[in-house]
């Protein structure tokens, strides 16, 4: 089977910057450098091209040294020594040597099983892709509810002024015999009501602020986003250009994960049926060895080598059980492939779906609050002048609030149905591609220096030190994100 180049890593720019927000853009640059999640998925990157690397070690010959010098005395009173014993008592060893063994491949078992492995690499760094997406639509999904609840606190700001000046007016009628005190109840009802409900969205507020600062890998305590005091939502209104199903699969990282896992089990195929021909391996050693300090000689010294075929003759089914397993594996990666394409087709539709209806869901709410205020302000007019009761008005008054909160809430569900849109397709317009095999292996054959990090390979990072990644986590690191985030 060849190898799978499908382009899952295509389209990883900077697709949140479509939403025009400068702040959500430092945000989502400061996840990627600092988020403990997205590094640990780097550094399982490197420990699989580390395990591929030792697979293909073995195509290697694999070489020792050895060397030993001893020098010994024996006891004179050891057991059968006799007192007229002349036995030498002292003595010296000396001996180096060296040792080669080497498999011959000639079933393809290793290179089929290095092969799998670097398949199995790419579909760890398909992983870290399908990691990075998901985070980055995670804190810009946080972002926009964060500033959703702004716009909704700033609906209740406007509305909770009016509330004040409706208990006013009534108190102001009561005062004048012309109103009720159940006026001046039902307008203090309301008030008080719409500032428990707007104590409730500092809740919220704060509660996405902590989860916004964990992605961030900083302590919730020391991170806080300044509100926006705003009753709408501004950000930008994109249309997604989807493309052609097939263009639309290859830039999914967890469909690129699948196929990697699928080549991988076809090379596991292969593994399984050279385990049915012999297992030759080719050895030798030689070295000197003398009973002194002297090893000028050459008849002092030894060598040997052989070669060992060895081929099980029953073994109870075991193989073509093990062979059997491969196939079965095999078929079901292709089943999870299938089912993992499927998900991806229903992503993007329902993503197109509810970025279209929550638009028309938005532009209808919106006449909606138009009417609901005129009806608000016509009613308290009414009202005031004597030509309505005031249960009027407040109904007027609960629905306009509703309907505003309403429409803050479409626009928040509208561009976080683009944000769920975009990570279906696998985010962004740029195209880039997973490392290639040749590309996987993290250090060369003979490589001795520089073994702290594995080599650049695509684009997943190789990792940062520990106490750089603990700073972040005081605080005192945040770098050009502490300056918008005044506490």
């Given at each position: 089977?060849?190898?799978?180049?499908p382009?899952?890593m295509?389209?990883?720019?900077?697709?949140?910057s479509v939403?025009?927000?400068?702040?959500?853009n430092?945000l989502?640059?400061?996840l990627e450098?600092?988020?403990?999640d997205?590094q640990a998925?780097a550094?399982a990157?490197t420990?699989?091209?580390?395990?591929?690397r030792?697979?293909?070690?073995?195509?290697?010959?694999q070489?020792?040294?050895?060397g030993q010098?001893s020098r010994?005395?024996q006891?004179?009173?050891?057991?059968?020594?006799?007192?007229?014993?002349?036995?030498?008592?002292?003595?010296?060893?000396?001996?180096?040597s060296g040792a080669?063994t080497?498999?011959?491949?000639?079933?393809?078992?290793?290179?089929?099983?290095t092969?799998?492995?670097?398949?199995?690499?790419?579909?760890?760094?398909?992983?870290?892709?399908?990691?990075?997406?998901?985070?980055?639509a995670?804190?810009?999904s946080d972002?926009?509810?964060?500033r959703?609840i702004?716009?909704?606190l700033g609906?209740y700001e406007?509305?909770?002024?009016?509330?004040?000046?409706a208990v006013?007016?009534t108190?102001l009628?009561q005062?004048?015999?012309i109103?009720a005190?159940?006026?001046?109840?039902?307008?203090?009802?309301?008030l008080?009501?719409?500032q428990?409900a707007?104590?409730?969205l500092l809740?919220?507020?704060?509660?996405e602020?902590?989860?916004?600062?964990?992605?961030?890998?900083?302590v919730?305590?020391?991170?806080?986003?300044?509100?926006?005091?705003d009753?709408?939502?501004?950000?930008?209104?994109?249309?997604?250009?989807?493309?052609?199903?097939?263009?639309?699969?290859e830039?999914?990282?967890d469909?690129?994960?699948n196929?990697r896992?699928?080549?991988?089990?076809?090379?596991?195929?292969g593994v399984?049926?050279?385990?049915?021909?012999p297992?030759?391996?080719i050895?030798?050693?030689g070295?000197?060895?003398d009973?002194?300090?002297?090893?000028?000689?050459i008849?002092?010294?030894?060598?040997?080598?052989?070669?060992q075929?060895?081929?099980p003759v029953?073994?109870?089914?075991?193989?073509?059980a093990?062979?059997?397993?491969?196939w079965s594996q095999y078929?079901e990666?292709?089943?999870d492939y299938?089912?993992?394409?499927?998900s991806?087709?229903?992503d993007?539709?329902?993503g197109l779906?509810?970025?279209r209806?929550f638009?028309q869901?938005?532009?209808?709410?919106h006449?909606?609050?138009?009417a609901?205020?005129?009806?608000?302000?016509?009613?308290?007019?009414?009202?005031?002048?004597?030509?309505?009761n005031y249960?009027?008005a407040?109904?007027a008054q609960?629905?306009?609030?509703?309907?505003?909160?309403?429409e803050?809430q479409?626009?928040?569900?509208?561009?976080?149905?683009?944000?769920?849109l975009?990570r279906?397709?696998?985010?962004g317009?740029?195209?880039?591609?997973?490392?290639?095999?040749k590309?996987?292996?993290?250090?060369?054959?003979?490589?001795?220096?520089?073994?702290?990090?594995a080599?650049?390979a695509?684009?997943?990072?190789t990792?940062q030190?520990?106490?750089?990644?603990?700073r972040d986590?005081?605080?005192?690191?945040?770098g050009?994100?502490?300056?918008?985030f005044?506490k």
């Open positions: 089977m060849g190898d799978a180049r382009a899952d295509a389209a990883r720019g900077a697709w949140w939403l025009n927000d400068p702040l959500l430092q989502e640059h400061k450098e600092s988020n403990p997205l998925a550094e990157f420990q699989e091209r580390d395990i591929a030792e697979t293909e070690s073995r195509l290697y010959p070489v020792a040294a050895s010098m010994n005395k006891s004179q009173g050891h057991l059968f020594r006799g007192k007229s014993s002349t036995s030498l008592t002292y003595e010296s060893n000396e001996a180096y080669a080497w498999e011959p491949d000639f079933w393809d078992a290793i290179r089929n099983s092969h799998m492995q670097k398949n199995l690499a790419q579909a760890t760094a398909a992983q870290y892709a399908l990691t990075r997406l998901t985070l980055q995670e804190l810009a972002y926009v509810a964060l959703g702004d716009a909704q609906v406007d509305s909770i002024r009016y509330f004040r000046t006013e007016i108190r009628r005062g004048g015999a109103g005190g159940l006026d001046v109840s039902r307008a203090e009802n309301q008080y009501a719409a428990a707007q104590s409730s809740a919220q507020r704060q509660v602020e902590h989860a916004i600062a964990v992605l961030l890998n900083t919730p305590a020391g991170f806080h986003i300044q509100p926006i005091n009753s709408r939502m501004h950000f930008n209104v994109v249309a997604i250009d989807t493309g052609i199903p097939s263009t639309l699969l830039r999914r990282p469909i690129a994960m196929e896992e699928v080549a991988a089990s076809a090379r596991a195929i399984s049926r050279a385990a049915f021909f297992h030759i391996v050895s030798a050693t070295g000197f060895e009973s002194g300090f002297d090893l000028a000689s008849s002092k010294a030894f060598w040997k080598v052989a070669v075929a060895v081929e029953f073994t109870g089914g075991m193989r073509r093990a062979l059997q397993r491969a078929r990666r292709v089943d299938r089912s993992t394409v499927l991806a087709f229903q993007v539709e329902d779906s509810q970025t209806l638009h869901e938005q532009l209808q709410q006449q909606s609050v138009a609901a205020l005129r009806t608000q302000n016509m009613t308290m007019a009414l009202y005031t002048g004597g030509l309505t249960l009027d407040l109904v609960q629905d306009a609030l509703r309907a505003r909160l309403e803050v479409a626009q928040m569900a509208q561009i976080q149905a683009t944000v769920r975009v279906a397709l696998g985010g317009w740029t195209s880039s591609a997973l490392p290639k095999i590309d996987i292996d993290p250090i060369g054959p003979l490589q001795y220096q520089g073994l702290h990090h080599r650049p695509g684009e997943v990072p990792g030190e520990p106490m750089e990644q603990d986590l005081t605080g005192q690191h945040m050009v994100l502490s300056a918008p005044p």
